[in-house]
């Protein structure tokens, strides 16, 4: 996707340094099956020493935390969307803008919410003010409690290019928030059972989607994140005795 690693020739120091651990975690099954597909070469015995265990939810935090007043004031007649990260080129913030273009060309009343900072700040309000998007699209920084404002929204869209397990995915069902998440190892892991749709990562399926999830109001599956948290700690617990 054109995005510029610049640490990925320390990267291969650091992944032989592997060899002297027990086990190597990924926080979920796709991702250490990435993991281990990439790094076999690298690891000796990578089959057993690499291993995953779901990360854990603090799901009665956000639940509280979701219940405060939000700091945006939201209008009544528009649609939003809201996504939420570092503004880095992995997190693909400026292709979601940019096919956001095309959702606006189409529906009127779609809005988008970009929660977070990092290096591509400046790039992405650039964008916006190219695209006339300063209406429908808001930067709104890194923002202490996000949870209210992802109560308050419509829809929750990961566009990342890659990702580990997102937490945000998580927090956002714990919200029961519609998703539309690009079809990557990390998202795949939370969303292929139903929980959300999963998208080729493209502009042009981006838009067609966040179309669709505006006209049909896609439903989502109840995610059940006791039940789930459940199952981490005891694959946690497992690993560790």
Do not use: W
């Amino acid at each position: 996707m054109g995005v510029d690693y610049k640490h990925r020739a320390d990267l291969n120091v650091i992944f032989l340094l592997y060899n002297y651990f027990d086990k190597i975690v990924s926080v979920a099954e796709h991702t250490r099956n990435l993991n281990e597909e990439k790094l076999r070469h690298l690891i000796e015995n990578s089959s057993e020493k690499m291993v995953f265990v779901h990360n854990s939810l603090d799901y009665e935090a956000v639940l509280a935390a979701a219940n405060e007043p939000p700091d945006f004031e939201f209008d009544a007649d528009s649609f939003y969307f809201v996504t939420m990260g570092r503004l880095s080129p992995e997190k693909n913030q400026k292709m979601l803008v940019e096919a956001f273009a095309e959702v606006v060309a189409k529906r009127e009343e779609a809005k988008l919410l970009l929660i977070g900072n990092g290096e591509l700040k400046e790039e992405l309000a650039e964008v916006i003010r190219e695209l006339g998007l300063r209406k429908h699209v808001m930067l709104l920084g890194q923002v202490g409690n996000p949870f209210p404002l992802m109560k308050r929204c419509d829809v929750f869209i990961l566009p990342s290019n890659h990702e580990g397990q997102p937490m945000v995915l998580l927090e956002a069902l714990i919200l029961e928030k519609a998703m539309i998440a690009t079809d990557i190892p990390g998202s795949r892991s939370i969303l292929e059972d139903g929980y959300g749709l999963l998208v080729s990562n493209t502009k042009e399926n981006l838009v067609l989607e966040m179309v669709r999830v505006i006209e049909d109001r896609v439903p989502n599956k109840r995610f059940d994140y006791v039940a789930y948290n459940k199952c981490a700690m005891a694959m946690f617990y497992h690993l560790i005795t």
